[in-house]
């Protein structure tokens, strides 16, 4: 079991930055694949970016390539989703999640991941 706890969500104005935290406690984090989903208003939960446990390995969604980093501190028992060049779309309650992982791999769907935070909000203002 672990438990998800992601911070760093705001109200910033289009073209700015935010790096979002997301903290685990429980069990060994290092042995979870982790990922990044947002979700709109209205609108279902979709894929952001992925990674590995060993964080060699990243993956992103086509709306995050080139504008999101997906990274994350074994030590800190923390991933990071740093964002930059916002846009209004970015707009969403934004949840990290954890995969108990054995391949050392990335995963980018929604119901391969069994342990989710609680979300934090993301604005983006013009």
């Known amino acids: 079991q672990v438990q998800l706890v992601e911070s760093g969500g705001g109200l910033v104005q289009a073209g700015g930055s935010l790096r979002l935290s997301c903290a685990a406690s429980g069990r060994t984090f290092s042995r979870y694949a982790m990922g990044w989903f947002r979700q709109a208003p209205g609108k279902e939960r979709e894929f952001v970016a992925a990674?590995?446990?060993?964080?060699?390995?990243?993956y992103y969604a086509d709306s995050a390539k080139g504008r999101f980093t997906i990274s994350r501190a074994n030590a800190k028992n923390t991933v990071y989703l740093q964002m930059s060049s916002l846009k209004r779309e970015d707009t969403a309650v934004y949840y990290c999640?954890?995969?108990?992982?054995?391949?050392?791999?990335?995963?980018?769907?929604?119901?391969?991941?069994?342990?989710w935070g609680q979300g934090t909000q993301v604005t983006v203002s013009s």
């Open positions: 999640a954890a995969h108990t992982d054995y391949r050392d791999s990335y995963y980018v769907g929604r119901d391969e991941y069994e342990y």
């Open positions: 990674i590995n446990w060993s964080g060699s390995s990243t």
